[in-house]
C-alpha cells in the first residue's frame, strides 16, 4: 500500500507541475505570441471574449502572478480550460467530442499490442538463435518509422489502392450516429486500419523487451530445475514467461506516454476525429485556449493509465508490497 | 587496461555502414543536391525521371534536392538534441545515484515528473510559443526537445551509479580522500560508458522522431528543408490521395534507415553489456560448425571456449569483449 501511495504521490506532483507548466509557459516565453493573437481577433470576437483571454493568458493584467495563478487554478477546479477561439466554443466541449474517439482508437490499440508483443516476444526468446531471430531487424525497422508515416503508406496501399478498407474518417457519413448495429459496424470497419497501424508501430518494442528479458530467465536455476523435474515444455516457457513479463509491465506505464504521442498523429493521417486531429488543427490555427487544454487533458489520461499500469503491477509482484522497490 | 570493442556481428556492421552514409549526407547533401530545394519554376506533380529522379512537387520543386538537403537540419537538429538530453541525464542520473538521500529523492522526482508527462503534447506547447524566428534555429529546437527527452537516460544511469557506488574501487577513492566530484567523473563516469553510449543513440533516435513529428505538424520554420517538413507539404497538398508516392515515401525511408541504423548499433551495446544476449546472437551457423545443436537447450546458456574451438569461432567470439 505505501508503494501506491509513492506512485499516487508522483502523479499528483506530475499533473501539478503540467498545470502549472500550463500557467507559466505563455507568460515567460518570448515575444508575446497572446497579444499578436488577439491583435488578430479584434474584430471576429466580442470584447467578453478578449476579456477572457487576458485573464487566462495574464496580457495586459495589473494583477501579480500569484493572483492570476490563484485565479486559474479556481478556474481549473470548475473545469474551465476557456474559450476555443477558432471554434467560438467551450475547450471542455470540443474536448468532450473527441476523447471517446482517442480513448477507443489508441485504447484498443494499445493493449493488442503489448498482448501480441509481449507473447511473441516471449517465443522470440524461447527460440532464439533460430530462424525466427530474423523477425528482430525487421522488428527494428518498423520500430523506427514514425507513426504518421507508416499510416500514411497503410492508407495508400490499403485503403487507397487495393481498397480493402474505407477510406478517412471514423465513419460511414451517410449514417446516423446512434445505437444501432449500422453505425456501430461502420465505427469499428474504419477503426480496422488506424488501429492496425498502432500495433504495427508499437509492437516492435514490447517484442523486443520481451525477448530479452525472456534469454535472461531462461538462464536461471529455477527454469533449468522445472526442466529437471521433467515439466511438459509448455509449463516451462508459462513458468518463465511469468517471470520475464515483469520488467515489461513495469516499463508499460512508462511507455504509454510514448505510444499516445505516436498515435495522436495517426488520426491525423486518417482525419479520424479525435484529439490528435483536434491537436493539428489548434496547430495550425495557434489556438492557444485549445493546444493548452489538449495538453493538459492527454498528461492527465496519460497518469490515469500509468497509475492503473502500476496498478496491475503491483498486483502481480509480490516483492513490490513488502518493499518498497520502485 | 580493457579495451572495449563492439560485437563485429553483421547487425553492428549494418548500422555503423547506414550512418556513416547519412553523415556524409549532412555535409555534402546541399552540394551535391541538382536544384535549389525551394526553386519552384519546373513543371508541376512530374513522375519521377532522369531529370528529376524523384518528380517535382505540387508546387514545381525538386523533390530529390529536398531529400538531400533535409538531411542536415535533421541530422543537426538530432545529435544537439541527443548531446544535450545525455548530458543532463549524466549530471542529474550520476547526481542522484551517488549522492543518496535528499539530493537522489528530489532529483529522482524531477526525472519520475518529467518520464510521466508525455513528451510530444509538451514539445508542442512550448514549440507553439517560439517565435517564428526561433523555429528555424536548430539550437534552440534542439535545446527544447532535450528538454523533453533526458529523463530515461538519467533514470538508466542512476541505477547503475547505485550499483556502482559500493564497489571496492570507488570505496577506496573515498578512503583516500578523494572530492565527490573527482569521484564521480574520474572514478564512476568511464564506467557507464557503454550505458552512456546506448542512451545516447536512444535519445538522438527520439529526438529525430520529435523533430520530423513537429515539422510535419507545421511547428518548425517552412523555410528550412528537412524531412518532416517535406511530408508536411505532401500532406498538405494531399499526396496519399493522388498516389504522389515519391513525394512522401523517400524522406520517411531515410527516417527509418537513419532509425533502424541507430537501433542496430544499440543492439550491439546490449550485447557487449548482457552477455547472455550476446551468446543468444550467435547464429545457427556458427554453433553448428562449434558442434553445438541448433536448437538451444533449456536452462543452459551455451558458452564456446576459446580454446576448444575451430578458429573461425574463434573469431566470431572475439567480436565480444577484448581484454
Known amino acids: 500500500m505505501r508503494v501506491i501511495g509513492r506512485r499516487l504521490a508522483l502523479y499528483v506532483v506530475t499533473a501539478w507541475v503540467a498545470i502549472t507548466v500550463n500557467f507559466v509557459i505563455p507568460r515567460l516565453m518570448p515575444g508575446n505570441p497572446i497579444q499578436t493573437m488577439i491583435g488578430k481577433l479584434t474584430n471576429q470576437v466580442t470584447p467578453q471574449e478578449i476579456q477572457a483571454i487576458r485573464s487566462a493568458f495574464g496580457v495586459g493584467l495589473s494583477q501579480n502572478w500569484f493572483t492570476q495563478y490563484w485565479h486559474y487554478l479556481g478556474q481549473l477546479v470548475h473545469g474551465n480550460l476557456g474559450v476555443s477561439i477558432t471554434l467560438s466554443t467551450p475547450v471542455t466541449t470540443v474536448l468532450g467530442n473527441a476523447i471517446p474517439w482517442t480513448v477507443g482508437l489508441i485504447g484498443v490499440a494499445t493493449v493488442v499490442s503489448f498482448v501480441l508483443g509481449t507473447v511473441s516476444g516471449a517465443l522470440l526468446g524461447w527460440t532464439r538463435g533460430s530462424s525466427l531471430d530474423n523477425l528482430i531487424p525487421v522488428a527494428t525497422f518498423f520500430q523506427a518509422v514514425p507513426y504518421f508515416f507508416l499510416g500514411t503508406v497503410a492508407f495508400l496501399i490499403f485503403s487507397n489502392h487495393l481498397g480493402w478498407f474505407p477510406g478517412q474518417g471514423a465513419y460511414n457519413l451517410s449514417l446516423t450516429p446512434g445505437f444501432h448495429w449500422s453505425y456501430i459496424a461502420s465505427v469499428l470497419r474504419y477503426g480496422e486500419l488506424p488501429a492496425f497501424t498502432i500495433i504495427l508501430s508499437s509492437i516492435a518494442g514490447w517484442m523486443l523487451g520481451m525477448r530479452n528479458m525472456m534469454i535472461t530467465t531462461v538462464g536461471e536455476d529455477y527454469v533449468l530445475m522445472a526442466v529437471a523435474k521433467g515439466l511438459p515444455r509448455r509449463r516451462v516457457i508459462w513458468h518463465a514467461a511469468r517471470n520475464a513479463v515483469l520488467p515489461s509491465i513495469a516499463n508499460l506505464s512508462l511507455a504509454i506516454g510514448l505510444v499516445v504521442s505516436g498515435a495522436l498523429l495517426v488520426e491525423l493521417v486518417f482525419n479520424y476525429p479525435g484529439v490528435g486531429d483536434l491537436l493539428f488543427h489548434a496547430v495550425s490555427n495557434e489556438d492557444y485556449p485549445l493546444i493548452q487544454g489538449i495538453f493538459l487533458v492527454i498528461t492527465l489520461c496519460v497518469l490515469a493509465a500509468n497509475f492503473l499500469a502500476d496498478l496491475v503491477y503491483f498486483s502481480l509482484d509480490p516483492r513490490t508490497r513488502t518493499a518498497a522497490v520502485v | ?323
Open chain 2, 1 to 323: 587496461m580493457k579495451r572495449l570493442r563492439l560485437p563485429r556481428s553483421p547487425k553492428v556492421l549494418v548500422g555503423v555502414g547506414i550512418e556513416l552514409f547519412f553523415l556524409v549526407l549532412t555535409v555534402i547533401g546541399p552540394w551535391i543536391a541538382p536544384y535549389n530545394p525551394s526553386y519552384n519554376g519546373f513543371a508541376q506533380n512530374l513522375a519521377p525521371s532522369a531529370k528529376h529522379w524523384l518528380g517535382t512537387t505540387a508546387l514545381g520543386e525538386d523533390i530529390f534536392s529536398q531529400l538531400l538537403n533535409g538531411a542536415r537540419a535533421t541530422i543537426l537538429v538530432a545529435v544537439v538534441a541527443g548531446l544535450v538530453a545525455t548530458l543532463i541525464a549524466m549530471i542529474v542520473g550520476i547526481s542522484a545515484g551517488y549522492l543518496g538521500g535528499k539530493a537522489d529523492d528530489g532529483l529522482s522526482m524531477l526525472s519520475n515528473v518529467f518520464l510521466a508527462i508525455p513528451g510530444l503534447p509538451l514539445l508542442i506547447v512550448l514549440d507553439s510559443y517560439l517565435p517564428q524566428a526561433d523555429r528555424s534555429n536548430s539550437l534552440i529546437l534542439g535545446l527544447v526537445i532535450a528538454l523533453t527527452g533526458w529523463a530515461w537516460g538519467a533514470r538508466v544511469l542512476r541505477a547503475q551509479t547505485m550499483s556502482l557506488r559500493n564497489r571496492d574501487f570507488v570505496e577506496a577513492s573515498r578512503i583516500i580522500g578523494e572530492s565527490r566530484w573527482r569521484i564521480m567523473t574520474v572514478e564512476i563516469a568511464p564506467n557507464l560508458l557503454p550505458i552512456l553510449a546506448s542512451s545516447l543513440l536512444f535519445t538522438i533516435l527520439y529526438s529525430i522522431g520529435a523533430y520530423v513529428t513537429l515539422a510535419y505538424i507545421g511547428l518548425t520554420s517552412t523555410s528550412v528543408w528537412n524531412w518532416g517538413t517535406m511530408m508536411f507539404w505532401a500532406q498538405a497538398n494531399n499526396a496519399p490521395l493522388v498516389n504522389q508516392w515519391y513525394w512522401f515515401v523517400p524522406p520517411g525511408v531515410c527516417i527509418a534507415l537513419v532509425g533502424a541504423g541507430l537501433a542496430l548499433i544499440n543492439f550491439g551495446i546490449d550485447e557487449f553489456i548482457n552477455p547472455r544476449l550476446r551468446e543468444a546472437g550467435l547464429t545457427s551457423k556458427v554453433l553448428r560448425r562449434a558442434g553445438l545443436s541448433r536448437r538451444v537447450r533449456l536452462g543452459v546458456t551455451p558458452v564456446l571456449r576459446e580454446t576448444s574451438s575451430p578458429r573461425r569461432i574463434h573469431r566470431s567470439l572475439q567480436a565480444g569483449v577484448q581484454r
